[in-house]
């Protein structure tokens, strides 16, 4: 296999690998079962987060409003089973924690692709609204007590095991959760006709209409999706930290774009690979669980997250750069 | 004459349809459309408590308030004008603060405040200026996307003020450092001022001189701007230093009034800048937008969350009826029903 150096997934990789390397040297005990189910755990929800910024990113369009959307569906669906439905199963739960996501990405969607405002613009304003909405109508309050069916799902693991040392490691099941979406989304993305369209009118929406394609009704189950995601990030959440706090998860928006883009993905459209989002996700934990591995304070976390970000998107764009005045 | 004002009946039709046409004539623009709104909500908050949103020490309230969100807002009015944006802006505005702080703590001893002051703001300023070349150093000579690249230059900035305060506040000031953000000239609020001067500033820039002219081309059109020969490499360079240089000076004014400089004040004014830009009548996209505009979107948010406040809603509520302002003001500039939008 040929080795593309001028992807931004090589580079990520490569970047990943150092890290590793630097801290194994650093610290023997870095490469352990531990540190992976660590990072792979701490890669649940944002993976499932980066999976849905990718197809907006891939569609040309932008949403920050996700965040608010998990945050919503994880409080109103813990109050709602707590109130009403005590007996509802974990996969119950989930169900219609999606459900309740759809429902609010498909506010998104009615305003972006029905109506064709700019997305940056209607997320934003969706963001204020939803955590706003919320936080006035709905509750304050930490839910301390989930539904059953959420505290059951809270409690799964696929791998629980103990260390030589004594100290237990586990990975939760949710961890399939996010395995299952990236399929799901790579199917969508590269072996259905929806998927073709949803590159086709990030690459150029003019030309995408004029061969035919409904560029609404794609755009329509983009957000929709992107939505379901959220929803079902939301539940994940609360379900693993065993609350529901409707202060959690807004404002880590932007740092899941960050984790795309690092990936691959471009902000004009069109362009972006699931591959890139997980090695840049893997990037982003790596950097917010081990760096004091490597002998940097965490107090220097946000430098080094904004360095790598301007490193991975300026490289690229930098060469972007020079190929264009060489052509010219 | 005041008998036939009285029995106005002649003149109705002629002050009708002058009064239909001025309304006309301002529906016309996004910033008279903006204007109608402004009058509205402050008329609607006038109505619900007017003993008290009407009183004076609500409109000084009110004044100090808004101008620290308001140049944040016009420093991402400039970039926004050449289809940029820029999210380091509270990042910029807390790191200046905070090495302003930092002198005003280590340097003053009792009685020689202003010229540790003067030296505090000049320190902010260069920090603001230099931040700002930054960015643009990344966007011109590098070209990073805009959004990317301050994504990544705000994390930094906000990440070297945590790492080199620890997180905590730096606070302890001689008293003249509360002038900028709490004194009052003739009766208006000094940040007030500030603004004031700031945005007329701005103003004159962006459209008496060849720089705002090239700037505005260049967000209307960059290929075009290219081809008129200007040198859009510097162009982009200014305008980030220019935002730069706002943002520290929103950072002086939070500083003055938080009496105290720490890394995360302020971390809601960066969405609220962006907000208050576009309500403006700011096109993201860039190519068009007046500092007017944006004058008329923070009286408006100002007088809808001072307003909510006194009738008891809670800061949240805002924060709703703040996006649901932005969606509703998108919605009426640019949907046309009827009309498919290429």
């Known amino acids: 296999m040929r080795i593309d150096w001028t992807r931004n997934e090589t580079l990520v990789a490569l970047v990943i690998l150092g890290f590793c390397a630097l801290a194994a040297l650093s610290d023997p005990g870095f490469l352990s079962v531990a540190t992976l189910t660590d990072l792979l755990r701490g890669g649940i929800v944002l993976g499932i987060f980066a999976t849905g910024a990718l197809v907006v990113l891939i569609s040309g369009g932008i949403d920050v409003s996700f965040t608010a959307v998990a945050a919503f569906t994880m409080y109103v669906t813990a109050m709602l089973l707590n109130a009403a439905m005590p007996w509802m199963p974990w996969w119950g739960a989930i169900a219609l924690g999606m459900a309740i996501g759809a429902a609010l990405g498909s506010i998104n969607a009615v305003l972006i692709a029905v109506m064709g405002l700019p997305t940056l613009i209607v997320t934003l304003g969706t963001l204020s609204i939803f955590r706003g909405f919320m936080l006035t109508f709905v509750g304050q309050k930490q839910i301390t007590t989930l539904p059953p069916g959420m505290r059951e799902f809270g409690r799964m693991m696929v791998i629980r095991g103990e260390n030589a040392d004594g100290s237990f490691y586990s990975l939760h099941a949710a961890f399939l959760a996010t395995v299952a979406v990236i399929v799901v989304t790579w199917a969508i993305l590269h072996r259905t006709m929806l998927g073709r369209q949803i590159f086709a009118i990030g690459g150029s929406v003019e030309s995408a209409r004029r061969i035919g394609i409904d560029v609404r009704g794609v755009q329509f189950f983009v957000y929709v999706y992107v939505g379901m995601l959220a929803g079902l990030a939301g539940i994940i959440h609360a379900s693993m930290a065993r609350v529901a706090n409707p202060f959690d998860l807004v404002g880590l928006e932007l740092s899941v774009i960050a984790a795309v883009v690092l990936g691959g993905a471009r902000l004009s459209g069109g362009h972006g690979t699931l591959t890139g989002t997980v090695l840049g996700v893997a990037l982003i934990v790596l950097v917010r669980n081990s760096l004091v591995v490597i002998g940097i304070p965490t107090t220097w976390q946000s430098v080094t997250i904004g360095a790598l970000i301007l490193l991975g998107t300026g490289l690229p764009a930098w060469q972007a750069k020079r190929a264009a005045a060489r052509a010219a | ?342």
Do not use: C
């Open chain 2, 1 to 342: 004459m005041s008998g036939r004002m009285a029995n106005s009946r002649p003149l109705t039709p002629a002050l009708g349809r002058a009064l239909a046409g001025a309304l006309s004539r301002a529906l016309a623009s996004t910033e008279g459309r903006l204007a109608v709104i402004a009058v509205l909500v402050f008329l609607f908050m006038s109505a619900l408590a007017p003993e008290r949103f009407l009183s004076l020490q609500n409109m000084t309230s009110m004044a100090f308030q808004f101008p620290e969100f308001a140049i944040l807002a016009l420093a991402m009015t400039v970039t926004m004008l050449t289809g940029g944006i820029d999210l380091s802006v509270v990042g910029i505005a807390n790191l200046s603060a905070i090495v302003a702080a930092t002198i005003l703590t280590t340097l003053a001893g009792p009685g020689d405040g202003v010229a540790v002051l003067a030296l505090a703001y000049a320190a902010a300023l260069a920090v603001g200026l230099a931040a700002g070349l930054f960015n643009g150093v990344l966007v011109a000579s590098l070209g990073l996307p805009p959004i990317l690249a301050t994504l990544g230059s705000g994390l930094i900035f906000t990440g070297i003020a945590i790492a080199t305060t620890g997180g905590s506040a730096v606070m302890g000031f001689p008293p003249a450092a509360a002038w900028i953000g709490n004194s009052t000239a003739l009766g208006i609020p000094a940040p007030l001022i500030l603004f004031g001067l700031l945005a007329v500033a701005v103003s004159l820039v962006l459209t008496r001189t060849a720089f705002g002219v090239k700037l505005r081309m260049y967000g209307a059109n960059p290929l075009a701007a290219r081809f008129a020969a200007i040198d859009i490499d510097a162009m982009l360079i200014r305008v980030y230093v220019l935002s730069g240089a706002l943002a520290a000076t929103a950072g002086m004014v939070v500083m003055s009034r938080a009496n105290s400089a720490k890394a995360d004040y302020g971390s809601s004014y960066l969405l609220l800048a962006v907000l208050i830009a576009v309500l403006g009548g700011v096109n993201p996209y860039g190519g068009y937008g007046r500092v007017i505009g944006v004058v008329l979107a923070v009286l408006t948010m100002q007088f809808l969350s001072s307003g909510l406040n006194m009738i008891g809603v809670s800061n949240f509520a805002r924060e709703l009826i703040w996006g649901g302002l932005l969606i509703f003001v998108m919605i009426v500039n640019t949907w046309r029903p009827g009309r498919r939008r290429s």
